[in-house]
T-cell receptor, first 118, second 111 residues
Framework: EAGVTQSPTHLIKTRGQQATLRCSPI?????VYWYQQALGLGLQFLLW???????NRGNFPPRFSGRQFPNYSSELNVNALELEDSALYLCASSLLDGTFSYSNQPQHFGDGTRLSIL | AQRVTQPEKLLSVFKGAPVELKCNYS??????LFWYVQYSRQRLQLLLRHISRESIKGFTADLNKGETSFHLKKPFAQEEDSAMYYCALSGPDTGRRALTFGSGTRLQVQP
């Protein structure tokens, strides 16, 4: 099966610009998660989409936003880029198996998009 | 707020030695805990989850609610175990689906 694909691999922007990152989940997966891996800060949860809806977001400002399309692919948009937004952005997908605890399906990760802000 | 702590950035052992990667969490309810692993030039992938109570590649992890720990153990390390290991927690802060990760521990298994 094809894995999670992310594009572009690398993205270079300057401060104040806007960036769009894309993610295609594994076929059949309806949930898409975005994580930021900044140097020295580890992996931090950004956003979770399922069935086209934003289900939960991490502790990030509103200039981090996204959407999920009917084919379950997703975009992450970062507006008014700041130097500290430089990071690896990972997308993951999973099945959504119920709404209870202990029913988490494994998350499958992509290779990430490395965003560099000059 | 839910939090995951991995106190060791690097753990270096010799082949055949026992391995214990430490993970502590803070969460007042009943969390769901995972270990994810990233081998060199590969994607982050699930290693094991506490609810499954299984052994994967010889690794086991037991949830200790009293000590709020979920340490990863293997009795005899192999060189192919060298990788970055992340402990992760799923709880209400992340909608019971997305993950809160620890900072990771790099395991180096020397020949």
């Amino acid at each position: 099966e094809a894995g999670v694909t992310q594009s572009p691999t690398h993205l270079i922007k300057t401060r104040g610009q806007q960036a769009t990152l894309r993610c295609s989940p594994i076929s059949g997966h309806t949930s898409v998660y975005w994580y930021q891996q900044a140097l020295g800060l580890g992996l931090q949860f950004l956003l979770w989409y399922d069935e086209g809806e934003e289900r939960n977001r991490g502790n990030f400002p509103p200039r981090f936003s996204g959407r999920q399309f009917p084919n379950y692919s997703s975009e992450l948009n970062v507006n008014a880029l700041e130097l500290e937004d430089s990071a690896l952005y990972l997308c993951a997908s999973s099945l959504l198996d119920g709404t209870f605890s202990y029913s988490n399906q494994p998350q499958h990760f992509g290779d990430g998009t490395r965003l560099s802000i000059l | 707020a839910q939090r995951v702590t991995q106190p060791e950035k690097l753990l270096s052992v010799f082949k055949g030695a026992p391995v214990e990667l430490k993970c502590n969490y803070s969460y007042s309810g009943s969390p769901e805990l995972f270990w994810y692993v990233q081998y060199s030039r590969q994607r982050l992938q699930l290693l094991l989850r506490h609810i499954s109570r299984e052994s994967i590649k010889g690794f086991t992890a037991d949830l200790n609610k009293g000590e709020t720990s979920f340490h990863l153990k293997k009795p005899f390390a192999q060189e192919e175990d060298s990788a970055m290991y992340y402990c992760a927690l799923s709880g209400p802060d992340t909608g019971r689906r997305a993950l809160t990760f620890g900072s990771g521990t790099r395991l180096q298994v020397q020949p």
